[in-house]
């Protein structure tokens, strides 16, 4: 098992950055992949960012791209998430998620942390 704990999101005016933590514990593998979602009040939940154990492979949503901005600290089992430039529509809770291996599932999941971004 695998317990993910997220933090770091609140309320922010359009323009301003916000930083999201999440930190593992239990159960975590060297191989595992940490990704971040979001999901808007009646809109399906989608993907943001990921980014593997060595950070060599990091990846965005179209959407975000040069605004946001994904990292980790093996050391301290945390992935973070730099919002910078934020926007209305990037108003959502915002969930981290862990996989154990580059090609599995996102098997672990956060309970979430809201952000949101006034106009």
Request: proline share 3%; hydrophobic share 30%; aromatic share 10%.
């Amino acid at each position: 098992q695998v317990q993910l704990v997220e933090s770091g999101g609140g309320l922010v005016q359009a323009g301003g950055s916000l930083r999201l933590s999440c930190t593992a514990s239990g159960r975590t593998f060297s191989s595992n992949v940490m990704g971040w979602f979001r999901q808007a009040p009646g809109k399906e939940r989608e993907f943001v960012g990921s980014i593997s154990w060595s950070a060599d492979t990091i990846d965005y949503t179209d959407s975000v791209k040069g605004r946001f901005t994904v990292s980790r600290d093996n050391a301290k089992n945390t992935v973070y998430l730099q919002m910078n430039s934020l926007k209305p529509e990037d108003t959502a809770v915002y969930y981290c998620a862990v996989k154990m291996t580059p090609r599995g599932k996102y098997i672990y999941w956060g309970q979430g942390t809201q952000v949101t971004v006034s106009s």
